[in-house]
Nanobody, 122 residues
Framework: QLVESGGGLVQTGGSLRLSCAAS????????MGWFRQAPGKERNFVAGISRSDDETIYRDSVKGRFTISRDNAKNTVYLQMNSLKPEDTAVYYC?????????????????WGQGTQVTVSS
């Protein structure tokens, strides 16, 4: 089970830190990813991190603003979001991928959280 938290309403230029707590799986064996879905749009990749925290990948539009990290002792993955823009508004989902490097492809992930809403006001 993956449970996201930390979403909310923030003004343009603000920051939020999303968390995703994992249970029922051996967290250290999974690469993790964050995706987002805006109303009426498809779910898009945001960031990914390898199971050993030695590789991260990002979509171009968030590079330099978002940072993905993980704490395997706490079974938690984070997404620090800075310099937020209205176009970052979406439901953010975390996902787990068994034993493989991070991927930007939705279908490569095996488990998904329920999502947390992020709204950036202009």
């Amino acid at each position: 089970q993956l449970v996201e938290s930390g979403g909310g309403l923030v003004q343009t230029g603000g920051s939020l830190r999303l968390s995703c707590a994992a249970s029922g799986l051996t967290f250290r064996n999974y690469a993790m990813g964050w995706f987002r879905q805006a109303p009426g749009k498809e779910r898009n990749f945001v960031a990914g991190i390898s199971r050993s925290d030695d590789e991260t990948i990002y979509r171009d539009s968030v590079k330099g603003r978002f940072t993905i990290s993980r704490d395997n002792a706490k079974n938690t993955v984070y997404l620090q979001m800075n310099s937020l823009k209205p176009e970052d508004t979406a439901v953010y989902y975390c996902a787990a991928r068994m034993g493989l490097p991070p991927s930007g492809i939705h279908n490569d992930y095996h488990y998904w959280g329920q999502g947390t809403q992020v709204t950036v006001s202009s």
